[in-house]
């Protein structure tokens, strides 16, 4: 019953069940279309209409994610932050960028970064992966890639290298002009858009319908998933597990945040600056402390936990849910978090025994999805070579 109703909620979160058909194994490109190797129950991702794929486009956006001629210093590329093998996290509780300067939060996944309508952990004006991509790049607040802009000595790096004299003309024409900031983040994006995580065992138990694809332990904590007060998937819903979902034929859906109780500080700033979530951007005092859901896809992988990765352990962070939000006993966080008045009403606490516990966690575990993290359409191409 409870495969039932998840499924069936998937379902409803993705509006046809035509989409629960394989789109099958990627090809060329031919023309306007791409063929998208997509999971079962997986909906086609919106695509911008100005950046339309094609496989010559994917090709040259994974070159240029792995790339370390897109730092300043030629010490790190994209995927210094996003390693495949963690599904495209780091494994750090806050990132490093590539003058060693520590960022605010951890570095977020970008599995099923297409189906996501808002793409960091506190801007809901960052909606699209080509904008998005110029931050990293850019910023100084933190220094992450550490460019200089607008980017013509990047430009000046890439026009020599063999592979993208060849990929550039592929995807952009035989122009020297189309050696641009624009047509770099635009294949950027495109290979975000294919890391797409959706072969779980949880995936082979639902869609594939193997009944032994995940254990017993792992079908009772799918039931807690679900339940009441538990509810963990009214924040962590749909075939994403983050909330809100876009992708093509769909009604633009708002993007959600939540204050989850992680801290309660005494005065205005309820949680640490620099993250004080979305508030940083609205001003809105009810926005305090409020960030995206992130995916539970591949959650195992993916630790340390929250937006600042002060959490270690899935165990730990089902404690900070169990006990409706977490107290800090002493030191500069000292709070507690239950008591957060922009709190989410969603975040009420709930009674595990630890046998249940397990069963939770088993499951959660259950969403790690090895074919993304060892998939070679994905993985560094230079070191391929």
Same mark, same amino acid.
């Given at each position: 019953?409870?495969?039932?109703?998840?499924?069936?909620?998937?379902?409803?979160?993705?509006?046809?069940?035509?989409?629960?058909?394989?789109?099958?194994?990627?090809?060329?490109?031919?023309?306007?279309?791409?063929?998208?190797?997509?999971?079962?129950?997986?909906?086609?991702?919106?695509?911008?209409?100005?950046?339309?794929?094609?496989?010559?486009?994917?090709?040259?956006?994974?070159?240029?994610? $792995?790339?370390?001629?897109?730092?300043?210093?030629?010490?790190?590329?994209?995927?210094?932050?996003?390693?495949? !093998?963690?599904?495209?996290?780091?494994?750090?509780?806050? !990132?490093?960028?590539?003058?060693?300067?520590?960022?605010?939060?951890?570095?977020?996944?970008?599995?099923?970064?297409?189906?996501?309508?808002?793409?960091?952990?506190?801007?809901?004006?960052?909606?699209?992966?080509?904008?998005?991509?110029?931050?990293?790049?850019?910023?100084?607040?933190?220094?992450?890639?550490?460019? !200089?802009?607008?980017?013509?000595?990047?430009?000046?790096?890439?026009?020599?290298?063999?592979?993208?004299?060849?990929?550039?003309?592929?995807? $952009?024409?035989?122009?020297?002009?189309?050696?641009?900031?624009?047509?770099?983040?635009?294949?950027?994006?495109?290979?975000?858009?294919?890391?797409?995580?959706?072969?779980?065992?949880?995936?082979?138990?639902?869609?594939?319908?193997?009944?032994?694809?995940?254990?017993?332990?792992?079908?009772?904590?799918?039931?807690?998933?679900?339940?009441?007060?538990?509810?963990?998937?009214?924040?962590?819903?749909?075939?994403?597990?983050?909330?809100?979902?876009?992708?093509?034929?769909?009604?633009?859906?708002?993007?959600?945040?939540?204050?989850?109780?992680?801290?309660?500080?005494?005065?205005?700033?309820?949680?640490?600056?620099?993250?004080?979530?979305?508030?940083?951007?609205?001003?809105?005092?009810?926005?305090?402390?409020?960030?995206?859901?992130?995916?539970?896809?591949?959650?195992?992988?993916?630790?340390?936990?929250?937006?600042?990765?002060?959490?270690?352990?899935?165990?730990?962070?089902?404690?900070?849910?169990? !006990?409706?939000?977490?107290?800090?006993?002493?030191?500069?966080?000292?709070?507690?978090?239950?008591?957060?008045?922009?709190?989410?009403?969603?975040?009420?606490?709930?009674?595990?025994?630890?046998?249940?516990?397990?069963?939770?966690?088993?499951?959660?575990?259950?969403?790690?999805?090895?074919?993304?993290?060892?998939?070679?359409?994905?993985?560094?191409?230079?070191?391929?070579?």
């Amino acid at each position: 019953m409870t495969r039932l109703i998840a499924s069936f909620v998937v379902a409803l979160t993705i509006g046809s069940l035509a989409n629960f058909l394989d789109q099958g194994p990627r090809t060329r490109d031919q023309g306007p279309t791409f063929a998208w190797r997509l999971p079962l129950g997986f909906p086609t991702p919106r695509v911008p209409d100005d950046n339309p794929m094609t496989l010559e486009k994917v090709t040259l956006g994974r070159y240029l994610f $792995y790339d370390t001629r897109l730092s300043g210093n030629g010490s790190q590329s994209c995927a210094t932050c996003h390693e495949q !093998a963690r599904a495209f996290t780091d494994g750090r509780a806050k !990132a490093v960028g590539s003058t060693g300067e520590q960022h605010p939060r951890s570095s977020m996944s970008l599995a099923n970064v297409a189906y996501s309508p808002v793409l960091t952990w506190a801007n809901p004006t960052i909606t699209r992966l080509e904008d998005q991509a110029l931050v990293p790049m850019f910023g100084d607040h933190p220094v992450e890639l550490g460019l !200089a802009k607008p980017g013509d000595e990047l430009i000046r790096r890439l026009k020599p290298v063999p592979q993208y004299q060849r990929l550039f003309r592929e995807v $952009y024409g035989d122009n020297a002009a189309s050696f641009t900031m624009e047509n770099l983040t635009r294949a950027l994006a495109a290979f975000e858009r294919t890391i797409i995580s959706g072969r779980s065992p949880y995936d082979r138990y639902h869609y594939g319908r193997q009944d032994d694809a995940i254990s017993p332990s792992a079908r009772r904590g799918e039931q807690l998933f679900f339940s009441a007060p538990l509810s963990c998937f009214r924040c962590h819903s749909g075939f994403t597990f983050s909330g809100a979902t876009d992708f093509e034929g769909r009604r633009v859906r708002e993007a959600e945040f939540h204050n989850t109780g992680l801290y309660n500080l005494a005065g205005p700033l309820t949680y640490p600056p620099p993250n004080t979530g979305i508030f940083d951007v609205t001003t809105k005092p009810e926005d305090m402390g409020k960030f995206k859901a992130p995916t539970l896809r591949n959650i195992a992988v993916t630790g340390p936990y929250m937006h600042d990765g002060s959490i270690a352990t899935l165990e730990e962070v089902v404690d900070h849910y169990a !006990a409706g939000g977490r107290t800090i006993a002493d030191g500069p966080y000292r709070g507690v978090g239950h008591d957060n008045p922009n709190k989410s009403p969603l975040i009420q606490g709930f009674s595990l025994t630890s046998d249940q516990k397990s069963d939770l966690i088993a499951y959660l575990k259950t969403l790690t999805d090895e074919e993304l993290l060892h998939d070679p359409d994905l993985a560094n191409p230079w070191e391929a070579r």
